[in-house]
């Protein structure tokens, strides 16, 4: 079995879900990209974050609508895609050895819209499993990568794993509206990150905390950031990174998405 390729998408605004644009274009063709289709998926949200690492380890996971203000349509959105109790195990065996802190969730969580926005574009039938885990909010930065780096044999086994943040986040900066210039600190902040990419200095990207270029304004609260972290960390030496999506939308969201290894 071929190799999966690991990405991060830059999920923004839920009403992508409603309303499709140039990001949702390009999550549309990113599964014929794929060297193969995958047998799950295994997902990784800025929008899950607990003590410890949980597990949706059920077999039809909810579509859990986790926003409000929104119109009444985006509610009604379902994306009733199978679960699979079997890759939560086989995840937790692979963490076991890292954190003994891990949950299985059979009832109370679901797949929130940093999954289903996303997933709903990628793979529109919802005939694929997938499984949602959680982003612990006691680890550092460097604890997070180390568990990526645990979870590298699910490529070889056809999972497909996809993280869904945002690099630059901060609602409190946002300015409204289709024509909205990006702030200066958010330009600064995504060129930095591009940059690091483009080097493979991604140790730079993982102590983003040690950097300048509008670090701090960027990510005022890490959750967003730490799924491309995960990605970060599921890459391997010899494989390339590809830029999938940029663009800095409402003044202070990034659009930036990336895979590692193979796509098409």
């Known amino acids: ?45 800025a929008h899950w974050v607990t003590r410890g690492i949980w597990l949706t380890a059920m077999e039809n996971p909810p579509t859990i609508h986790d926003f409000r203000g929104f119109p009444e349509d985006l509610f009604q959105i379902q994306y009733p895609v199978p679960g699979s109790i079997a890759l939560a195990e086989r995840v937790r065996d692979l963490l076991f050895s890292t954190t003994q802190h891990i949950t299985l969730e059979e009832s109370e969580w679901g797949l929130d819209h940093g999954t289903w926005s996303v997933l709903k574009y990628m793979f529109p039938q919802a005939d694929i499993p997938v499984v949602q885990m959680s982003l612990d909010a006691t680890l550092s930065e460097q604890d997070h990568l180390d568990l990526a780096e645990k979870l590298i044999p699910l490529r070889d ?35 930095f990150f591009k940059a690091q990419l483009r080097l493979e200095t991604l140790d730079s990207l ?18 967003h950031y730490w799924p491309a ?24 969201i990034s659009m930036l998405s990336f895979a590692v290894g193979q796509l098409n």
């Open 157 to 191: 086994e056809g999972i497909l794993i996809i993280s869904s943040g945002n690099v630059v986040h901060n609602l409190e900066q946002i300015t409204w509206g289709n024509h909205a210039l990006p702030a200066p600190w958010a330009i600064e902040f995504n060129n």
């Open 1 to 45: 079995m071929a190799r999966l390729p690991a990405i991060f998408l830059g999920h923004g605004s839920p009403m992508y879900a409603l309303e499709p644009n140039k990001y949702t274009e390009v999550w549309s063709q990113l599964s014929a990209r794929l060297p193969t289709q995958p047998t799950a998926i295994l997902a990784i949200s």
């Open 206 to 223: 993982v102590h983003w905390k040690d950097a300048d270029h509008g670090a701090r304004l960027s990510i005022p609260t890490p959750e």
């Open 229 to 252: 972290i995960y990605t970060l960390g599921l890459k391997q030496n010899y494989e390339k990174i590809t830029l999938i999506t940029d663009g800095i939308e409402m003044s202070s």
